[in-house]
Each structure stands twice: as C-alpha cells, then as structure tokens.
C-alpha cells in the first residue's frame, strides 16, 4: 500500500495539519502511528469524523467516520480584579 492522508474538516471538528500528505508504503503485517490534532469550533457532544486513507497503488479510498466522541467545555476561566 502507497498512502495518502486527507483529513476533511466537517461544521464543528476542524483538522489541523497538512491534508492530502504522502504517508509513504505500508508494507503486509505493519502499522504506522500518527499524531493527529483537531479543533471544536462548538461545545458539547462531538463526533470525530473526515479521515481519508487513499491507496494509490489500488486508488482506493477508505472513509473513517464517527470515528470517536468527544465532549468539548470551555477552558475559559474567570479572572478576579
């Protein structure tokens, strides 16, 4: 497998890093770990979804949606004077 990454940002999760990036071969009975950072627009309830794994070689596309749940609160806090 030749792989290519897109991440395709949905109305509340937002991915940061470069979409459509070149992963490289991934060879019979190995894995490859990856780090990957998103953004919540909205609170509450979230669920994690746009991950696209493309095989060039076969040019096939795999979709990864509702791939977990989050729950997003504020961070905000209250400063006295």
Same mark, same amino acid.
Request: proline share 1%; net charge negative.
């Given at each position: 497998?030749?792989?290519?990454?897109?991440?395709?940002?949905?109305?509340?999760? *937002?991915? =940061?890093?470069? /979409?459509?990036?070149?992963?490289?071969?991934? *060879?019979?009975? /190995? =894995? !490859?770990?990856?780090?990957?950072?998103?953004?919540?627009?909205?609170?509450?309830?979230?669920?994690?979804?746009? !991950?696209? !794994?493309?095989?060039?070689?076969?040019?096939?596309?795999?979709?990864?949606?509702?791939?977990?749940?989050?729950?997003?609160?504020?961070?905000?806090?209250?400063?006295? /004077?």
């Amino acid at each position: 497998m030749d792989l290519v990454l897109e991440m395709c940002n949905t109305n509340s999760i *937002h991915w =940061c890093g470069i /979409s459509g990036r070149q992963l490289g071969k991934l *060879h019979p009975s /190995s =894995c !490859l770990c990856l780090a990957l950072t998103l953004l919540s627009s909205v609170q509450g309830l979230q669920s994690v979804s746009g !991950l696209r !794994l493309t095989d060039t070689f076969l040019k096939r596309t795999y979709e990864y949606d509702d791939i977990a749940q989050v729950c997003v609160v504020s961070s905000a806090t209250k400063v006295e /004077s």
